[in-house]
């Protein structure tokens, strides 16, 4: 009777390991690249600014036709779209030749600096504004 010191079959450690390997790469970077989509600074649509505060602050009633935000960067966005001021100006003409009686809101940052919002008011003067709110949290 012999016996063998050899198995006939050999198990191969190296293709599991790899195996291992490269389905942890494919979760890291699935992972990796959805929080990048979630988190994409493009894809935000909400405008954090932290507005102002006023004594005599009140509820809006109906949302405005027109809201401008300026951020505490100093960005301009008209309805949450990223514009410059001659873009704004462009945009605003536009709609005001369409709504004579058009209402705009400004959302404005209270770490933003003055001259920004002056900016903003010489351009709806300028284009005859007259239906103007200047948005504020009420003081508790």
Do not use: C, W
């Amino acid at each position: 009777m012999k016996i063998s010191g050899q198995r006939d079959y050999l198990v191969s450690l190296e293709s599991v390991a790899m195996t291992d390997i490269v389905l942890n790469m494919f979760i890291f970077f699935f992972i990796s690249f959805s929080l990048l989509y979630t988190f994409s600074p493009y894809r935000i649509k909400k405008l954090e600014v932290n507005l102002p505060e006023a004594s005599s602050a009140k509820p809006i009633k109906n949302m405005s036709e027109a809201n401008i935000t300026i951020n505490n960067e100093g960005l301009v966005y008209l309805d949450k779209e990223l514009v410059t001021k001659k873009e704004l100006k462009e945009k605003i003409n536009i709609m005001h030749k369409g709504n004579p009686e058009l209402e705009v809101v400004l959302n404005s940052d209270r770490l933003v600096q003055f001259r920004n919002i002056v900016g903003i008011l010489d351009i709806l003067n300028e284009l005859g504004i007259k239906n103007l709110n200047i948005a504020a949290t009420s003081e508790e």
